[in-house]
């Protein structure tokens, strides 16, 4: 959803939208994959305007399909986010090139009077994608030998075996180099 500035009356603006489907695609690099699926996603916006500033107070419920780090299972990873952007109108690119601060995180530009909501939308989700996404704290993952999954079923192997392909490294020692 975009938003035109010039249209935001004086005494703000508040919206409620759900994103459905595959809105986030258009967001991907070309060419990027993605790793997820984002379910419907219910956002509402409270927007207000000080002479070229907007500042948006957004809040985000959906869910995220992942597939665990450990287990390799699919699971469904929820999602309620709340942030907020002030956002002004674009400066010279060659000035944009600083580092940021803490305080320039939630600070923004918009070009061409316009704001894309769903790009912001879309940046606050990916932010909340963890590194390694687990399906539980406990799960125990597959065994490195056999491959079962040890959450579903134990499997018969000896705990601490070593692949017989690296009994070669077992005497291996580094001479240091001077």
Known sequence: MKIQVSLIPEEGRQLQYTLEGDWYREYLQKGGAIEFRIRPAEVSVAIHKVL???????????????????????????????????????????????????????????QDDLIDLNALVYEQILLQVPMKPLCAETCRGLCTQCGANLNAESCGCKPGAVDGRLDALKNFKARKQT
């Open 52 to 110: 070229d500033a907007v500042t948006l107070d957004i809040r985000v419920e959906t869910a995220l399909d992942l597939d665990c780090g450990r287990c390799l299972e699919p699971f469904q990873l929820p999602v309620r986010s709340g942030f907020r952007y002030t956002l002004v109108p674009s400066r010279d690119p060659e000035e944009q090139k600083e580092e940021l601060s803490d305080e320039d995180i939630s600070f923004g530009y918009y």
